[in-house]
């Protein structure tokens, strides 16, 4: 439906500097997604900007449980001959890392994690360096900001053009809606961020309680909160708040307050069209939902996993169904697994490889090794974009995050580690070991288990072989 526009609009913010450099590859991004009629798995799926808010019902994805190392055919682009490495870096394999649970917990670097980055960077007994990026459903910052953290917590350097956060993608929104709703994050942060973006009138949960305290009984403004939030009256020249339409919500980052942000989500939900303290008699007028990931879980610095932005939108969509006589609300989320994000990756990764060392940009490298610690996103996601790319996505699960070592994860990886280190090395043997095979084999590609590998690194002739699966104990 066509949403009404308030008479007054703050003018458009500017995209900052600080924004990632590649926005413009993005939308181009997408939209070649949108031509290609790619589908997100299962449940999450992202509509295109030129589609309308609303989106068919739920239907869930079977699980992907590809073998460690299936055959392959001679059809499959994992055949075509090997393009040897340039100037001592790695043409034809690269790596993307999740963040929290495989580099980082708790804020600290996880200590096989700076090793693993001085591996890539070339301190091998291959000497040779691997292209790499991050991907991570973790947000909150500008991406500038998340990547001076990253730097110093891994002891390298890491850029804006090999690093994608959960809300990167929302940024292609930002001239499709005026007035939003942004929730999540510290302070002022996730504001800024938006406006970053090209968002032209950004409003906030504070903004909100601002101007009427009572919408959250229990929540009260700290001095701090309510000096920086914005007074939305006088912003939009308007006389009540009925008057302001919110045209849709962005979750950017983790909620810190899980029940004021809520109440305002539904109250927006069921509004009329989004206006502000209205209610709809049919509740099916609210503006689209979006939130920048689904990770119900997340590794942080306590033993054990915590509740993630995931959980706070099923919250949203069971009390929507509890509170309006069973209406369902569909919400929509990016980040990991949509398809999107990894074709998004692939695109950034061609980018990176190319600026940062002189590789063509025309392809993208033949396997990129992707390193998570949670099933549900990361190898989820990468197993479902290896079903469709052209290059081989071959997924490795560390077991220092959310997986808990001794469980069968729902969707299983091609590869389970202990560490990100040992990702790391696996990924540059399997390579290795995949070049100097080629000689007796007829050009074929033989899977390979780590015996055939230790054996390929020591110079003997191995016995190639189907690896066993990891998750079935052999008694």
């Known amino acids: 439906m066509s949403l009404p526009v308030p008479s007054q609009r703050p003018p458009m913010c500017p995209r900052q500097a600080s924004s990632s450099s590649f926005a413009d590859a993005f939308d181009d991004a997408r939209r070649k997604l949108d031509e290609m009629g790619v589908q997100e798995p299962g449940e999450d799926e992202v509509p295109s900007p030129a589609l309308s808010s609303s989106s068919s019902a739920t ?31 790695a043409d034809n394999f690269a790596f993307a890392f999740d963040i929290d649970g495989v580099l980082i917990r708790g804020g600290k670097p996880i200590p096989e994690a700076v090793e693993a980055m001085r591996v890539l960077n070339g301190e091998n007994e291959w000497g040779i360096k691997v292209p790499y990026i991050f991907l991570t459903n973790g947000g909150g910052k500008f991406e500038t900001e998340r990547c001076r953290d990253l730097s110093q917590q891994l002891e390298i350097d890491v850029s804006p053009g090999q690093f994608i956060c959960g809300h990167t993608p929302m940024r292609e929104f930002a001239d499709r809606y005026g007035t939003v709703l942004v929730v999540g994050g510290e302070g002022e942060k996730c504001r800024q961020v938006a406006e970053s973006y090209g968002f032209r009138d950004v409003v906030t949960p504070g903004d909100i309680l601002k101007a009427n305290a009572a919408t959250a009984p229990f929540r009260k403004l ?12 006088a912003r939009h020249g308007a006389t009540k708040l009925s008057d302001i339409v919110i045209e849709a919500v962005f979750v950017f980052a983790d909620s810190r307050d899980w029940a004021s942000d809520l109440q305002i989500i539904l109250d927006i939900a069921q509004s009329k069209g989004g206006r502000l303290e209205t ?9 689209p939902i979006y939130f920048s990931h689904n990770d119900v879980l997340w590794s942080a610095a306590h033993e054990h ?34 398809v999107s994000t990894f074709q998004f990756a692939t695109r950034l990764l061609q980018q990176w490889r ?5 590789l063509a940009e025309t392809e993208p490298p033949r396997t990129v090794y992707f390193v998570g610690d949670t099933p ?12 469709i790319a052209s290059n081989e996505w071959y997924s490795i699960l560390v077991k220092t995050g959310v997986y808990q070592a001794g469980t069968e994860p729902k969707y299983k990886p091609r590869k389970l580690v202990d560490t990100v280190l040992d990702a790391v090395n696996h ?29 390929i690194d ?4 191995p016995d190639f072989e189907v690896r066993e699966n990891p998750f079935v104990t052999v008694v």
């Open 222 to 233: 700290t001095e701090t909160e309510h000096a920086n939030s914005r007074d939305l009256l």
């Open 59 to 89: 239907d869930e994805s079977a699980p992907f449980s590809p073998s460690d190392e299936s055959p392959i055919t001679p059809a499959t682009p994992m055949t075509a001959p090997i393009t040897p490495m340039v100037d001592g870096v």
């Open 376 to 387: 549900e996103s990361d190898i989820r996601g990468t197993n479902a974009m290896d079903e």
């Open 458 to 461: 020591e110079g003997r002739t």
């Open 354 to 358: 190319a600026t940062q060392h002189g």
């Open 279 to 287: 209610r709809s008699e049919t509740f099916d007028e609210g503006p």
């Open 305 to 338: 996993a915590r509740l993630g932005m995931g959980a706070l939108r099923r919250i949203v969509e069971t009390v929507f169904e509890d509170t309006t006589g069973g209406k369902k609300l569909k919400t929509h989320a990016f980040g990991k697994p949509q």
């Open 427 to 455: 990924g540059i043997r399997r390579e290795m070991a995949r070049s100097g095979s080629r000689k007796d084999t007829g050009g074929r590609m033989l899977p390979l288990d780590d015996a055939a590998l230790k054996a």
